[in-house]
């Protein structure tokens, strides 16, 4: 057992019970620390020994956690996210959703690594984290409000504006399934229903502010990581100059954009939403998170024909594309007011994007007429149409409080076939990336214990040149001796790629890491070592990795989920009407292969079950439902 503290950690869990208004804190000891390592790691630990199986997300027996890792709050770039988890009420499966901004390092400078939160409090509340220090304090007057308000109204009430503050607004406290928990007015922890469970609690906001950051190991070690980070800065130059999304007109000649619910493949509207038009029109500059020189935060504003908020930031491109190619719109105003209004009502707009998408396909095919939409003309590309859907989802009024379910549930109500094309795994809407033009990806969103989702995937067009025979080279698993693989390829040397990708991803999801920052794994361990003091490597990254996986799959399975859950919709077996990929589909025999090859390499059975061996292996098998 290690008994020093390692450097990067408080050692100190805050727990707050809403229910009875109890708050205590826990040590956590340095063997704790390496095994689970932080972030996603202890949300999978805490989540999977202490909310029992069958329990309802949206009771007051559901956890919410707020975890840092090692590296959350240090001065380098990239370092400034934490993760958040629950039980997801829009998956009933495990959640995690990472954040960046300035509220990870805040918290991590009150003197705790993590905050679990029990309970449900009888009338709402928010909490106020500051210096070892948690209250509990009134937020009555602040119920109803958007995000903007809530910490406008804090700041002013503790005097303070600094204060950084984790909120939900009216999407958050209608439950909507999909309710995002937001960082100040523009950074989201975006997936999995996490504003849900926090509205679900009384819980408005948790606000922090604090001055102690634990030591690290080696100073000379991140100042080394840092000079390099800057020496290199051409590797990111293109995020800080737009953000994500500049190459949204090549995505459209690949078959990489969403185009009206991932039904089509010609959108000619695309130059006028990508982010290269958004910096010539509406930009007002761009943002960053704590201690990072990337800077690839949009900053928009506008007057008409919608007034945009510059304090909401700017849409992203998962955002463009879901409120918008998803969608049919190429307005850019309208996408920045859409993506404006999520942030203001606490809500994923992936999700928001594509739970309309699938309306507006419903719509058109009859399946849901004018009076379902209460007189709304809910086809593609009618702009005013998505805005109003929005607010109808935040408040759960009309059909919004249908749409507000996500689109698996709306498949469910509507029937007539129509889960065919809810564009969803596990009920999670799919990222706006196209997996039938990266098989890997497609793999990624099936078997991603949180539903689908993309980074914790491999996109196999970000790792190759799109030549005729173009190979796929992931530069992070030749150290560890797995070869490239062919494009096109789908079997056990990709599937192995994928595996070393995904387990670096969830590393980088524990220690708290952003994924846009340039470092390698090798890298990683570097970072990890430098800050912590401990001998690490790759491979003892790359075995964590399994280990939170692992648990993450326990979580899951004990909940119900099986091989049957893993799988893509059948719109992917069929190709897009035209474009790119109107002679290209998925194969479905391919695809369940290339499951069980994961599965298999994993250590878990053709259920999707882990083998017992395997968690004795990991040292997870005490944690084995019995």
Not at 512 to 528: D, G, R
Request: charged share 25%; net charge neutral; aromatic share 8%.
């Amino acid at each position: 057992m290690e008994k020093l503290q390692p450097g990067g950690y408080n050692g100190r869990i805050l727990r707050v019970n809403l229910t009875g208004g109890k708050v205590t804190t826990e040590k956590i000891n340095g063997s704790f620390c390496r095994k689970y390592i932080g972030g996603a790691g202890f949300i999978a630990y805490y989540l999977l020994s202490e909310v029992k199986p069958g329990t309802d997300a949206l009771s007051p027996a559901n956890k919410l956690i707020f975890a840092s890792g090692p590296l959350t709050g240090i001065s380098l770039g990239g370092c400034a996210r934490h993760t958040v988890g629950a039980k997801s009420p829009l998956t009933g499966g495990i959640a995690k959703s990472e954040v960046g901004e300035y509220w990870g390092a805040q918290f991590k400078r009150t003197g705790f690594d993590a905050l679990i939160i029990e309970g449900r409090s009888d009338r709402p509340v928010y909490l106020w984290i500051h210096n070892g220090k948690a209250e509990i304090k009134d937020a009555a007057r602040l119920w109803g409000t958007n995000t903007k308000e809530t910490q406008d109204s804090i700041r002013a009430e503790l005097a303070d504006a600094r204060i950084r503050v984790a909120m939900i607004g009216p999407g958050g406290e209608n439950m909507v399934k999909y309710a995002c928990l937001m960082h100040g007015p523009f950074d989201a922890a975006g997936r999995g229903g996490m504003g849900a469970v926090m509205g679900s609690k009384n819980l408005k906001a948790v606000a922090v502010r604090g001055n102690n950051m634990p030591p690290v190991a080696n100073k000379d070690g991140v100042k080394n990581m840092a000079d390099w980070l800057k020496a290199n800065s051409e590797l990111y130059q293109t995020f800080s100059d737009f953000g994500t999304g500049s190459p949204m007109a090549r995505f459209e000649q690949l078959g990489n954009l969403p185009i009206r619910n991932f039904r089509d493949g010609i959108f000619p509207g695309v130059e006028k939403i990508s982010a290269v038009a958004l910096k010539e029109t509406i930009s007002v500059g761009m943002d960053g998170c704590f201690a990072c020189p990337v800077r690839c935060k949009k900053m928009v504003a506008c007057e008409q024909p919608y007034h945009v908020d510059r304090a909401y930031g700017g849409p992203e491109y998962e955002t463009i594309g879901a409120l918008g190619s998803a969608c049919g719109i190429d307005d850019l105003p309208a996408i920045a007011k859409g993506s404006e209004l999520c942030n203001a009502y606490s809500l994923d707009t992936i999700s928001t994007g594509l739970s309309i998408a699938f309306a507006m396909e419903c719509f058109e095919r009859g399946f849901l007429t004018s009076d379902d939409t209460g007189g709304i003309d809910l086809k593609f590309g009618n702009a005013e149409g998505m805005l109003k859907m929005i607010d109808l989802i935040a408040r759960r009024e009309g059909i919004g409080d249908l749409l507000a379910e996500g689109s698996a549930r709306i498949a469910a109500k509507i029937g007539h076939g129509t889960d065919a094309f809810a564009v969803q795994v596990k009920k999670q809407e799919f990222p706006m990336h196209e997996p039938r033009l990266s098989k890997s990806l497609g793999l990624g969103y099936m078997v991603n214990p949180h539903g689908a989702d993309h980074m914790d995937s491999l996109i196999d067009i970000f790792h190759c040149e799109m030549t005729e025979k173009p190979d796929v080279v992931v530069a992070d698993a030749l150290p560890l001796g797995f070869e490239p693989a062919p494009y096109l390829d789908i079997g056990p040397r990709k599937v192995a790629l994928f595996k070393v990708q995904q387990t670096k991803r969830f590393i980088a999801d524990s220690l708290v890491l952003c994924h846009f920052l340039p470092y390698s794994y090798t890298q990683y361990a570097e970072i990890t070592a430098a800050v912590t003091g401990w001998d690490t490597s790759v491979m003892e990254q790359y075995r964590t990795a399994e280990r939170i996986l692992t648990m993450c799959r326990l979580f899951n399975v004990r909940e119900g989920f099986s091989a049957e859950d893993d799988k893509l919709p059948q719109r992917f077996f069929q190709p897009t009407r035209d474009g790119a990929l109107s002679k290209t589909a998925l194969d479905p025999e391919e695809m369940e292969k290339a499951k069980h090859y994961y599965y298999h390499l994993m250590g878990w059975d053709d259920r999707g079950n882990p083998l017992a061996q395997k968690l004795e292996e990991l040292g997870i098998d005490h944690l084995a439902v019995k």
